[in-house]
């Protein structure tokens, strides 16, 4: 599986980005997809997470109520809309894909996804 992340750049504290990641493959219905960041200087953490049918979500407590995670199956593509930005989530984000397991898990946890993308740099200015 490869994933290729776009939509990265610059925004304004308080404003908005979406950032998206396309899968190749037949199973993306079947993966959990994340997304996960890395500031500089930082361990990389998770954001967000989606189930392989796009009914289950889950967010770090950082990003609730700013971020929403989707999914479009048919485009083989997960997004990650970000609004009211702050500087504190100027990071590198990740695209990440769990095995073709099922269409309802959730995974919050690096070790729990199998593909990474390359990252797509976010730089929020104050």
């Known amino acids: 599986v490869q994933l290729v992340e776009s939509g990265g750049g610059l925004a304004q504290a308080g404003g908005s980005l979406r950032i998206s990641c396309v899968a190749s493959g037949r199973t993306f219905s079947s993966r959990a997809m994340g997304w996960f960041r890395q500031a500089p200087g930082k361990e990389r953490e998770f954001v967000a997470g989606?189930?392989?049918?796009?009914?289950?979500?889950s967010y770090a407590d950082s990003v609730k109520g700013r971020f929403t995670i989707s999914r479009d199956n048919s485009k083989n593509t997960v997004y990650l809309q970000m609004n009211s930005l702050k500087p504190e989530d100027t990071a590198v984000y990740y695209c990440a894909a769990d095995r073709p397991l099922n269409q309802v898990a959730v995974r919050t946890t690096e070790i729990e996804y199998a593909y990474w993308g390359q990252g797509t740099l976010v730089t929020v200015s104050s």
């Open positions: 989606i189930s392989g049918s796009g009914g289950r979500t």
